[in-house]
């Protein structure tokens, strides 16, 4: 089991409304901003902010990222200005080997469209005229001591689990034996009780009565919301602590968030079966009544 910058993305990424199911759709007025990207990842990209404004004119939209060196060279049939733009010791050493009415011309072809921002790589100083460019068609620029390669490979993580189809599901979400079993039902039928059974067997709670579920790829990503974790609400005993009651080995923690990762082929192909009464030695759901259990690997 893992936990990577997407998974952390949920306790502080905007909500998207979304409707029942992992439908990628286009939120009405959703707009992550340049200024909250920053807040984000200010402390995992060690980001310098290199102009005073970081208000751009269109919000970051897409996961994806685009390197511009063929845009300064004159190159424009493909420009995917919508993108954050990353500019990296190839397009910085580029510009340097330019004239200077050449360089300014070559920037100008790139602030020619609207941008959401820039990230200059590896901490490389910015080309002459490319901040006062940027300032003058209010573009933020930022800078990241990180290696180029590397950091897109984070930055699109991190973008993926900003844009990722999410739900939320009313269940328990349980690590059984390295299998996340994610219970759902209607109220009162004994969901809880039987995650708590199942801890009080020793195995781990990850979520109880709210459940986000993200979807990254072919990874179901499923978390408790943080006010809620480690509680459970138990019928007839009111809301317990797990942790303080059973012990840190009650619960599943990671890098301080509680997450279960799951790969699945296709989100419509969790396993799924009726189960009645777990069997004595716990508390358990009435006799007969049947609730939904589905089932994936955790990873």
Do not use: W
């Not at 990353?86 to 050449?102: D, F, K």
């Not at 991190?158 to 079993?181: C, K, N, Q």
């Not at 408790?224 to 059973?246: A, Q, T, Y």
Request: hydrophobic share 40%.
């Amino acid at each position: 089991m893992r936990l990577g910058p997407a998974a952390e993305i949920l306790v502080h990424a905007p909500r998207v409304r979304r409707k029942q199911g992992f439908e990628r759709e286009k939120p009405v007025g959703y707009e992550y901003s340049v200024e909250q990207f920053f807040e984000d990842t200010r402390e995992e990209f060690s980001f310098e902010a290199l102009t005073p404004d970081l208000s751009s004119p269109i919000p970051i939209t897409v996961e994806d990222i685009h390197r511009p060196a063929f845009v300064l060279s004159g190159f424009m049939e493909i420009f995917l200005h919508e993108r954050i733009q990353i500019i990296g010791e190839t397009e910085i050493l580029y510009l340097n080997s330019l004239m200077p009415a050449q360089q300014y011309e070559a920037l100008e072809r790139l602030f020619s469209q609207p941008l959401c921002c820039i990230i200059i790589t590896k901490g490389l100083d910015a080309t002459e005229g490319l901040i006062p460019l940027a300032e003058k068609h209010g573009i933020p620029i930022l800078r990241t001591p990180h290696s180029t390669t590397p950091f897109i490979h984070s930055l699109t993580s991190h973008l993926e689990g900003i844009f990722a189809p999410r739900t939320t599901i009313h269940g328990s979400l349980v690590d059984v034996y390295g299998v996340g079993l994610l219970f759902s039902g209607r109220s009162g039928i004994g969901k809880s009780e039987v995650a708590l059974d199942l801890v009080e067997r020793g195995h781990r709670l990850v979520a109880d009565d709210v459940v986000e579920i993200t979807k990254h790829g072919d990874v179901l990503i499923g978390r408790g919301r943080e006010h809620l974790r480690h509680f459970m609400e138990i019928r007839g005993l009111g809301i317990i602590n797990v942790m303080d009651i059973f012990g840190i080995r009650a619960i599943r923690i990671l890098r301080g968030d509680n997450t279960t990762h799951k790969p699945l082929p296709e989100v419509g192909k969790l396993g799924e079966e009726d189960v009645a009464d777990p069997g004595a030695g716990g508390p358990g759901p009435p006799r007969n009544r049947k609730f939904k259990v589905k089932t994936a690997s955790v990873i």
